[in-house]
């Protein structure tokens, strides 16, 4: 049967789910997922903390707390469906002064504003109640805020994408993208593949992926990296789930938090730091291009100069990792002075405006016949399959496919 061609770019796990969702709008088209790793998961989806968020922090409304919320459905079911790990272990926000305490309670009202289910507040003594080993004067409870594999999901994504006839091409970076007329071009280093619609989910990249489709200049992508220590084995078990500061809010990243992850290891971070390099996982594999394009970002200059207390505060916590871990000691005094050794980092795909401002809401451009994901950071895992919901949905209504299909052997 005569079918046409869709193409996908990035098998992170909201390209995945994406795919798997055309796969079940469009159950003709022949899907085809490119991605210039050598498997699924590999960048921001497999360097994350794990966490599926409840939806506490997101303005109400915004497109990051309904598809959140709807996020949450989906992928709950989804990993049980297919048995991939995921624990409502539950999350606890801890203040620890009058002026947290306020940003707490504003916190609350989004939550409660969001739909979060069983949010509470706990007062003093309260807060041991949930987590025995944690202090503070204040604190919000989100009991069924979850953690979960999501490389485990992105890979069952993909398999029902093969399943359903898709297919998966590794090891294909894209670099060029053309319209030549309704068709879409997409030209990796060894071959080119004709489209009829093309989605983009390219993280670290999505900046640049939609530069070569033609879209806006901004907002780019600046790199924040997140480091991670993984406490002694003997502190597993320390918490029952997830202690969080409550956020400071120039600064629009969670904090260092405690989190328990699916295999039982205890981990404390991630912190929040300019990234020489979007694919820095080291630390040590400094990017020019990537440092030189931050540096040339006219905005950029400006959100350093007003987050210079953060910055200094970040680099404390990086200079000592002593000191990194005995920040989570504030909210769980027991893990003071823990062993723990450091892992490899995560980078964050954060977007920024032309003017330094930190662009907070997920951003979905459409090009033609070509849909990009232009901001997806946290929690950009946790909703990946309302994401692609959402964007399919968009397809459905906006694109009839009446182009002549295009047959190109892929193999
Ligand atoms: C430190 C950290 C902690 C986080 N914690 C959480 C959390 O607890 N919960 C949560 O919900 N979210 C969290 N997030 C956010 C979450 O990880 C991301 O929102 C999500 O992984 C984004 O998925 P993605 O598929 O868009 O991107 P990615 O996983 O980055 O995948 C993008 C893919 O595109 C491919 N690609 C890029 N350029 C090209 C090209 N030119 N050609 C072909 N392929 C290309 C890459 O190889 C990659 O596989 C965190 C992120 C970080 C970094």
Redo the contacts with the bound molecule.
Sequence with gaps: MSSFRIGV???????AAVARELTRAFPTAQIVV????FGP?????G???????AGLYYEPGSLKARLCRRGVELIKSFAHEKNVAYEECGKILVATSAAEEERLLEIFRKAKANGVPGVELLRGNEITRVEPNARGTLALHSPETAIIDYPGITKALLDDVQAAGGKLIFG???QSISSPGVEVEVTTQEATYTFDYLVA?????SDR?ARLAGGEEYPKIVPFF?QYMQLAPKYEGITNGLVYPVPDPAYPFLGVHLTKRVDGAMLVG?NAFLSFGRENYSGFSVGIKDTLDVALTPGFWSFASHNLGAAFREIKGLASPQRFVDGAAELVPSVRGAAARTLPR????QAMDKDGSLVDDFVIEHVGRTTL?RN?????????LAIAEYIVKEIQRSTTFTTPPVHKDLS
């Design positions: 770019i990035g098998a992170g796990i909201i390209g490119l991605d210039k790793s998961a590999e960048h921001q989806t360097h994350n903390s794990g966490v599926v968020h294909a970076e894209v989910c390219a993280g670290l990249q992926i997140g991630p995560g980078v964050r795909a994901l997806a950071p946290s929690p950009g895992a946790t909703s990946s």
